[in-house]
């Protein structure tokens, strides 16, 4: 730690911090206009400037470290007059159309404008026509636009589309899609979120509401194992609605955390419900009182992972969860090799790696928060990124660095073939030297189509990498050969100093892993939990018994990260919710929010209430949410299986793969995201093998589930492997979320996309 | 010195308005009174002031047209507020009093803008701008409140034949031979936008990965950041971009889309070095046709034969030519070219660039030199069968491994001792190959100290060297070369000099100590003084005008030769000097190519007519007072391999940049973005 004095007052700094994070952590105010907390400085509005004793001038205090000894003026007159003056120029020309601006009382412009108390237009200057863009969910009002940058490097910092640039040009400056004409992106919507004016705007909100008539409720995003912080922000409607709030728009705290657009644009995926149905709740405790089994999904709570659990302990249910399941086996097998509870991978050391290895996973859409940070590690340290996959992704080509291709099913190959060139030399354990050394290369390599030259690349690009990370995928969890996989994965993080992140494929596969002692098949009378069954509680409304929607709980979530964070209710649920269930059977607490403190303390949770787990921004400690599991020992057993025979997926294959903005039945019931066609995307050499045409509308059944899709030829894809996606599915969607993901499904024509 | 009217120029005041001629003082700058050989020029303005030539010109247009280049012409602004609504508040004002409409208060509003600017841009460019226009309104006050109050335009405000030619300089780019746009490439990695950093190198120098390691730098010298602490990395930075694209396997970042339809015009190009490429590059990104001829088996030129493995990975270098290569060019190897075929081209080719280098090594000038003694082998034949084997596999040819007395297809230096004579980059080249193919013992006899070969090369250069091993002796010359029985080089007679100041205060001179000469045994002399250009392949008819030392000789703006359509760049034209030089002149040269093939003229862009006067005028102004940025932050410094990792092997000594080194290092660049204009 070095000692600077900032006005005054002496203030520690860490190494290779700026003057401006100095102050900020000491609580000391700085004004800006272009900082962004997350992205380097931009150093383009100018108002950070600062004196310092002994340098001549004003000193930008976002780029100038922060030195041992230093002497910092934040403020003084002639200081003052140049923030003002800016002020004055950035005032310049910029249309006084605040009462109908969607950033209106919530402006950076306008908050400055009155701090520096800028109260006559002493410049001018002559305008031109400024254009106003209109993208999907994306909108750009150029004549508002401060040209401050901070979502030009957002896009390319943080997201990695690097979608938008700057047209240079003095005055005549303006953001404007990079490369193409129209916008074309991930519609993240991060754009909209860092924009300090009302530049870039949601379209869907646009003239929808003031920001002070919201409210703002902080939650977790239940789209994904992410489990990202955001707002929803809600408004009551008076009399029209019955006095019921209704979500307008979901924000996030954008200076330290980051947003994809499901979670931006999917909120209104409520269930609404008129009220407590008696009739419908009598039924439910009939159905619980002859049940043999409850299969769930794996977006529920904890705190609904715990009563289930409960009510297993005490009617011996089986509780039946195929993804959560899969899950389990994976870490527990991982466990047994790592002598560790829990994997040591984090998003946190993702984003800080210098090299990571991406292996049985289409990452961009499977996981966009994994994607933000494997950008992050790629643009700040240059990461080299070996994106190991059987399909090429178009959209990674920015971060790849080497893209290994691998033929459908032989992930079990392949990991141990990287074992084998990352790790050999570095096991001091005989059994593990010894599978490594047996290992039949050759058959390997000929069956994965993996070759020795291609291995030798991955070792040589990342030999000088020194924190290396390796994200295992859903291919991998759901992958029959599951458990050896697992226990493959393992052997980087116990030998190899890697820190591997095992992708958890739904909310919150990891909580509910960790929660339930699970069962592996349904049997006798079946009560599902948004998913299909003899008697079924559904919060997609199409169910037995209506229960609440994800944005209408509170409760926690526990995320890849490995953390536990809290969710809140946004939108009120007038219905009955399972704890009321549990309470009818016995299985009492006033609120499920009870159970946050009961959570297993053995695998890893703390014994906290709700109400004590913290959920706040800080500018010291940037994002403080929840609770860390902790890690526990576990018993190692170092034996590995003989490979199995790798197989063989010949023909046509599907591949369970929603597009980015879906993660199933959830998003699908959002206003904005609900017109998405479901379609299958192909190859042109796909469409030869399937004997499809562009535009045909086409019957599959995977895994006995049957769907009608559009197939559509997507130019960047490679192969005979096709996306399909299953967000359409409503509850059947379950039914598959545990295949492997890679099915040789029949597919039958049955017309054209427009009949 | 210029003869100006008036002149504000780095801190001097002229001021000769209504003086008879007589009692003129002149500018000790270099002004370009003289825009072009039949062109004067009326004024200059700039970052650091203006100077008036023609006391007739419109100062208050000038400065109005110099506010507007600032909106108009710089790419680079548009990154701040200060500067971007500044810059056009500085405009509308002055355009405002030019136009007959101005108030007194716009006068203060001017200054004010102005102060906010000059404190707080990005930039140098917002930093700058105002400065002359400060001074304008200080010394031709009378004439802009003449305006003001009488309500009246400025002269000059409708006329229509006067050019405003601005040009975008920085020191850096100015220093740089081919004028890279360094704060842009620099600026990219400092945003993390890698590819905006290759396109902004490419924009005038193509090879990217070669220049961001091999580079003298010689920008570096003239960074404005070295008034504060120390100079920025400027060339390592260069790798970062060009790193990014390769690794990533993107398509060819091209600064601008390459004409896709080829013209019918067609260019033979001599020599596929640094210069040759370049060119070929240019064309053929303006759709010319260009066939380059190569007389060695590989491309590249030099930097692949002449330059090692370890400094210049061909693999990286394959990238920069494979570039040429993406913009339609057909190289044809394995042929030398001569005079028979010099006469072809000049029939069959609209134009004809000769780039073919200095491929002589010259003589060390000892007695008992003979070229074809055993165990004296030229630096340039020594580098071409080291690197032909190292990057390519290719085997020494027989007559050379005869004459050298080589028992492997390779050279192995095993049990031998080597001297090599030189002290510029090729001879650090020679020694430490000889180095990496095994010799016993390995000396450089240099003539003068340990402070010149720093200068002349490298300060890691030339440490690198010593760690590896090499024997430096310095202020020695070989004065006799001794040979055996067979005639095979056996010995030297070494004579040692002494630096004797001069009592007249002038250089020192090197003078011989008598009875300190002193024998060295050894097995090779490999001279590396200084090469020469090969000029066997010109007809003899055209009478070709030849520089003093033996090389084409051009202008030095247009590089074409006193044949009209045949040009020369790079050593051949200069003389053996460095890769950035060859870019530079190349790129030159191609841009006067470009159009005498459609017009059949030789002429020169304003772009390129300012970027001469700026250089004559220098951009860097060494004693400048850097204010607005925080000091002392050091330069950051990349890894390099241990002696023990790199002294037996071809390993890439430098390591380069981490991107967080690379970012930090990018953080310290100032942007000395300038803007000059002459109005002619």
Redesign the interface.
């Known amino acids: 730690m070095i000692t600077l004095t900032i006005d005054g007052r002496k203030v520690e700094a860490k190494k290779g911090e700026t003057i401006l994070q100095a102050a900020r952590r000491a609580g000391l105010y700085i004004p800006t206009?272009c900082y962004l907390t997350k992205v380097?400085?931009?150093?383009?509005?100018?108002?950070c400037?600062v004196e310092?004793e002994g340098?001549?001038?004003?000193?930008?205090s976002c780029?100038?470290?922060a030195?041992d000894g230093m002497e910092v003026r934040t403020n003084s007159p002639e200081l003052f007059s140049?923030r003002q003056?800016?002020m004055k120029?950035?005032d310049?020309n910029h249309p006084l159309e605040c009462g109908v601006c969607d950033k209106s009382g919530a402006c950076d412009l306008q908050n400055k404008t009155l701090e520096f108390g800028v109260d006559t237009q002493?410049?001018?200057?002559?305008d031109h026509k400024r254009d106003l863009r209109k993208w999907q969910f994306i909108g750009y009002d150029e004549s508002l636009c401060?040209?401050c940058?901070k979502c030009v490097?957002v896009c390319?910092?943080v997201i990695g589309d690097?979608a938008i640039e700057?047209h240079?040009?003095?005055?005549?400056?303006r953001i404007q899609p990079k490369g193409t004409e129209e916008l074309e992106c991930t519609n993240c919507g991060e754009c909209i979120a860092v924009c300090p004016v009302g530049a870039m705007i949601s379209t869907d909100f646009q003239y929808k509401a003031n920001a002070w008539e919201l409210e703002k409720i902080p939650a977790t995003c239940a789209h994904c194992s992410a489990g990202c912080a955001l707002n929803y922000e809600r408004k009551y409607e008076g009399a029209l609605e019955k006095n019921e709030p209704k979500i307008y728009r979901v924000t996030n705290e954008f200076e330290f955390s980051t947003l994809c657009g499901a979670g931006r644009f999917g909120y209104d995926f409520e269930n609404r419900v008129a009220g407590r149905d008696e009739a419908a709740f009598k039924k439910a405790l009939e159905a619980f009182r002859k049940a043999d089994t409850i299969r769930f999904t794996s977006r529920i709570t904890n705190e609904e992972a715990m009563i289930l659990q409960r009510l297993k302990e005490k009617y011996g249910y089986r509780l039946v969860n195929k993804d959560a399941g899969n899950y389990r086996k994976f870490l527990e097998a991982y466990a047994t090799m790592s002598g560790k509870s829990l994997f040591n991978g984090s998003l946190e050391s993702l984003a800080d790696a210098?090299g990571i290895i991406v292996l049985g996973t289409r990452i961009l859409t499977d996981n966009p928060a994994v994607r933000y940070h494997i950008t992050m590690a790629s643009?700040?340290?240059?990461a080299?990124v070996v994106y190991m996959h059987p399909m090429e992704d178009e959209e990674m080509?920015?971060?790849?660095?080497q893209f290994v291709k691998y033929e459908v099913g032989t992930e079990e190959g392949v990991l141990a073939l990287l074992a084998k060139t990352m790790l050999e030399g570095k096991i001091d354990v005989k059994k593990i030297e010894g599978f490594l050394k047996d290992l039949d290369e050759g058959y390997l390599s000929a069956e994965s189509n993996v070759g020795e030259e291609e291995l030798e690349a991955v070792k040589t690009s990342l030999a000088?990498c020194r924190r290396i990370a390796l994200v295992v995928g859903e291919d991998c969890i759901n992958h029959p050969r599951a458990t050896q996989i697992a226990r493959l994965a393992a052997l980087f993080e116990r030998f190899g100093g890697i820190s591997v992140l095992p992708v958890a494929p739904k909310t919150n596969s990891l909580g509910v892993a960790l929660i339930c002692d699970l069962d592996d098949e349904s049997e006798g009378y079946t009560i599902g939990y948004n998913t299909p069954g003899d008697f079924v509680l559904s919060s997609l409304g199409e169910g037995d018994l209506d229960m609440p929607a994800l944005n209408q709980q509170e409760g926690t979530f526990t995320t890849l990260n490995k953390r536990v964070v809290p969710t809140n209710v946004a939108l009120p649920f007038k219905g009955y919710v399972l704890n009321d269930i549990a309470n009818a059977l016995g299985v009492e607490a006033e609120f499920t929010i009870d159970y946050t403190e009961r959570l297993p303390k053995e695998k890893g949770f703390e014994a906290v209430r709700f109400d004590d787990i913290p959920y706040y921004f800080s500018n010291s400690e940037g994002e403080v949410r929840g609770y860390e599991l902790r890690r526990l020992k576990h018993g190692v057993d170092s034996s590995l299986e003989d490979i199995a025979e790798l197989p063989e997926f010949n023909g046509p294959i599907l591949y369970r793969c929603d597009p980015v903005l879906q993660f199933g039945p959830q998003t699908y019931r959002a206003s904005q995201l609900e017109g998405e066609e479901p379609v299958l995307y192909g190859a042109q050499q796909f469409a030869v093998a399937a004997k499809l045409q562009e535009g045909m509308r086409v019957r599959v059944n995977v895994g006995g589930v049957e769907m009608e899709r559009v197939f559509k030829i997507d130019p960047t894809l490679k192969g005979t492997i096709a996306l399909n996606p299953t967000f359409d599915l409503g509850l059947s969607e379950d039914l598959l979320s545990s295949n492997y993901r890679y099915s040789q499904s029949k597919i039958e024509v049955v017309g054209q996309a427009n009949e | 010195m210029a003869r100006v009217v008036f002149s504000t120029w780095r801190g001097e005041f002229i001021d000769n308005r209504g003086k008879p001629e007589e009692e003129w003082v002149e500018s000790e700058y270099k002004l370009p009174e003289r825009y072009e050989a039949d062109r004067d020029a009326k004024a200059f303005i700039g970052w650091d002031g203006f100077a008036v030539f023609d006391e007739s010109i419109d100062v208050v247009r000038l400065g109005t047209e110099y506010a507007h280049t600032y909106q108009k012409y710089s790419e680079a602004c548009g990154r701040c507020a200060p500067g971007r609504w500044g810059g056009r508040i500085l405009y509308d004002l002055m355009d405002k009093i030019a136009r007959g409409e101005g108030e007194v208060s716009d006068l203060e509003h001017l200054k004010e803008v102005s102060r906010t600017m000059m404190e707080t841009s990005k930039c140098e460019i917002g930093r700058t701008v105002p400065k002359p226009l400060l001074d304008m309104m200080e010394h031709y006050h009378d004439t802009f409140m003449d305006l003001i109050e009488n309500k009246k335009k400025s002269p000059d405000y409708d006329k229509e034949d006067i050019s405003y030619i601005a040009k975008v300089t920085a020191p850096c780019m100015d220093a740089c031979p081919t004028h890279v746009d360094i704060p842009a490439y620099i600026e990219g990695v400092r945003d993390l936008r890698y590819d905006d950093s290759l396109k902004a190198t490419r924009k005038s120098m193509p090879l990217a990965h070669t220049c961001g390691r091999v580079c003298p730098h010689p920008c570096e010298d003239e960074c404005r950041r070295a008034n504060l602490d120390e100079p920025i990395s400027i060339m390592e930075l260069k790798r970062i971009g060009a790193d990014y694209e390769t690794d990533r396997g993107f398509e060819w970042l091209h600064p601008e889309e390459p004409a896709k339809e080829k013209t019918d015009k067609r260019v033979a190009i001599v020599g596929a070095g640094p210069a040759g490429l370049t060119a070929a590059y240019y064309l053929g990104v303006r759709g010319i046709q260009c066939d380059v001829y190569e007389e060695l088996p590989v491309l590249g030129g030099e930097v692949a034969v002449g330059v090692p493995q370890y400094r210049m990975p061909i693999e990286k270098y394959n990238k920069d030519i494979e570039l040429a290569k993406s913009v339609g060019t057909n190289f044809i190897m394995n042929t030398k070219v001569d005079a028979e075929m010099l006469r072809k081209f000049d029939k069959e080719y609209d134009a004809t660039l000769l780039a073919f280098g200095t491929r002589l090594s010259k003589k060390v000038r000892a007695k008992n030199e003979r070229d074809d003694m055993p165990g004296y082998w030229g630096a340039i034949n020594f580098l071409d069968c080291v690197n032909l084997w190292v990057k390519y596999g290719i085997p020494i040819p027989q007559e050379v491994r005869e004459q050298q007395m080589l028992d492997k297809e390779y050279v192995d230096l095993t049990g031998k001792t080597v001297v090599c004579v030189g002290g510029g980059f090729t001879s650090m080249d020679v020694v430490r190959c000889s180095i990496r193919c095994n010799a016993d013992k390995v000396i450089m006899l240099y003539r003068r100290d340990e402070k010149t070969i720093i200068r002349n090369t490298t300060y890691e250069e030339y440490h690198e060297a010593v760690e590896e091993g090499v024997e430096f002796i310095f202020h020695s010359a070989v004065e006799e070369i001794i040979e055996d029985e067979n005639g095979r080089l056996k010995a030297l007679k070494v004579n040692r000099f002494e630096l004797v100041p001069d009592p007249g205060g002038g250089r020192p001179q090197l003078v011989k100590i008598e009875g300190a000469d002193f024998e060295i045994e050894c097995d090779y002399l490999i001279p590396a003084v200084s090469q020469a250009a090969d000029l066997g392949l010109l007809p003899e008819e055209w009478e070709l005008e030849l520089t003093s030392w033996g090389t084409l000789k051009t202008n030095g703006r247009d590089y074409m030769t006193s044949r009209k359509g045949l040009f020369a760049a790079g050593d051949c034209e200069y003389g053996p000097m460095t890769i950035v030089n060859a870019v530079g002149q190349a790129r030159r040269a191609a841009s006067v190519i470009s159009r005498f093939v459609h017009t059949g003229e030789i002429t020169l862009t304003d772009e390129e007519i300012m970027e001469d006067h700026l250089r004559r005028l220098r951009v860097y102004d060494k004693k400048e007072k850097v204010t607005g940025w925080l000091p002392g932050l050091p330069r950051q410094v990349s890894e390099k391999l241990g002696v023990d990792e790199r002294k037996y092997n071809n390993r890439e000594v430098n390591l380069g940049f981490t991107q967080e080194e690379a970012i930090a290092e990018a953080e310290r660049c100032m942007r000395c973005y300038y803007i000059a204009m002459t109005a002619v």
């Open positions: 206009m380097k400085p931009i150093a383009s509005c100018r108002l400037v310092v340098a001549d001038g004003f000193i930008l780029q100038a470290p030195l140049h003056n800016i120029l950035y310049v002493e410049f001018s200057a002559r401060i040209l940058e490097h390319n910092e690097d700057i240079y040009g003095g005055y005549n400056s210098d643009k700040r340290h240059n080299r080509k920015n971060v790849v660095t000088r």
